[in-house]
């Protein structure tokens, strides 16, 4: 059975504080690893796709890696507005459909 | 271009009462699926919908069930509710057929409270 295990649960950083979100997953097979941003009362918003170990993706502030058996979330200094809930999730490459497996998230807050 | 809709966004109902929630897909999009946060935690996968029939499913209950319609729109239906049902419903829709990861593109959600 697939597991997604996210850490730390909640981050508070002061404006401009670098840090790095833990996301470590079991899968059999990775089709490809999800990161998701979540206001609250909103629906997770696409951040980006990793598939396969050693790749790396950037957005802003945002840098997104992967391992075999993790992947990070590193933010470089960090403004309010990226206070968020951020999701990690795999998809299976066994698995027919689209269905995604979440962590529970980390709650981020950047105070200025 | 609209992207995922839901409706009704927010929902009070009582024990043992039925719903049903609605979801419109991102414009091409086939492909449905519906998921429920729980407050604090990740989204869990209810099942998911393509060509009208329903693919894959989680570990929910048959009191869950669901529906596409021949315009990939979907409903969400949950019999005999409880408590424990309180929750954001996700719909998140995407293509299927694609070889590699299938992004998927979520509405805003649907909080049903049961009191």
């Known amino acids: 059975e697939d597991q997604v295990t996210q850490s730390p649960e909640a981050l508070r950083l002061q404006e401009g504080e670098s840090s790095s979100l833990n996301c470590s997953y079991t899968?059999?097979?990775?089709?490809?690893l999800f990161w998701y941003r979540q206001d609250p009362g909103k629906g997770p918003e696409f951040l980006f796709t990793l598939y396969s170990a050693g790749e790396e993706k950037e957005k802003e502030r945002l840098k997104a890696t992967l391992t075999k058996k993790e992947s990070f979330l590193h933010i470089t200094a960090p403004k309010p507005e990226d206070s968020a809930t951020y999701l990690c999730?795999?998809?299976?490459?066994?698995?027919?459909?689209?269905?995604?497996?979440f962590g529970g998230g980390t709650r981020l807050m950047v105070k200025p | 271009d609209a992207g995922v809709t839901q409706s009704p966004t927010h929902l009070i109902k009582t024990r043992g009462q039925q719903v049903t929630l609605r979801c419109s897909p991102k414009s091409g999009h086939d492909t449905v699926s519906w998921y429920q946060q729980a407050l604090g935690q990740g989204p869990q996968f209810i099942f998911q919908?393509?060509?009208?029939?329903?693919?894959q499913r989680g570990n929910f209950p048959d009191r869950f069930s669901g529906h596409q319609f021949p315009n990939y729109s979907s409903e969400l239906n949950v019999n005999a509710l409880l408590l424990g049902d309180s929750a954001l419903y996700l719909c998140?829709?995407?293509?299927?057929?694609?070889?590699?990861?299938?992004?998927?593109?979520f509405g805003a959600g649907s909080r049903l409270t049961v009191l």
């Open positions: 919908y393509y060509e009208e029939e329903e693919r």
């Open positions: 999730a795999v998809q299976e490459d066994h698995n027919a459909g689209n269905m995604l497996t």
């Open positions: 998140a829709s995407s293509l299927m057929g694609n070889s590699g990861a299938n992004v998927l593109t």
């Open positions: 899968v059999s097979g990775l089709r490809g």
